[in-house]
Nanobody, 123 residues
């Protein structure tokens, strides 16, 4: 069983930055693909970023160049640095783990999820 706990959300003005953290339990964290997703009110959950066990990253166009995902395997933690935030980035952000090492962007490919952390960007 893997437990994921997100932190770092909050209220920020447009153009500002936040860094989200996701602490994971489990001795094989370094082998997981880790992802971040978000869900805005009334919308479906959407993919935001992933980092594979080997350090490869991938982003959708909506956040590319503004968001950076990274991982620290020694701390069993994955981060999401969010810069140049926009009001449309407002959502609950979720951390997720895929134990199969796959390079995947669909939520049903992820095995474990955190409880989410709220990010609100004011205009």
């Amino acid at each position: 069983q893997v437990q994921l706990v997100e932190s770092g959300g909050g209220l920020v003005q447009a153009g500002g930055s936040l860094r989200l953290s996701c602490a994971a339990s489990g001795r094989t964290f370094s082998s997981y693909t880790m992802g971040w997703f978000r869900q805005a009110p009334g919308k479906e959950r959407e993919f935001v970023a992933l980092v594979t066990w080997s350090g490869n990253t991938f982003y959708p166009n909506s956040v590319k160049g503004r968001f950076t995902i990274s991982r620290d395997n020694a701390k069993n933690t994955v981060y999401l640095q969010m810069n140049s935030l926009k009001p449309e980035d407002t959502a609950v952000y979720y951390c997720a783990a895929c134990v199969s090492r796959a390079y995947v962007t669909t939520e049903n490919s992820y095995d474990y999820w955190g409880q989410g952390t709220q990010v609100t960007v004011s205009s």
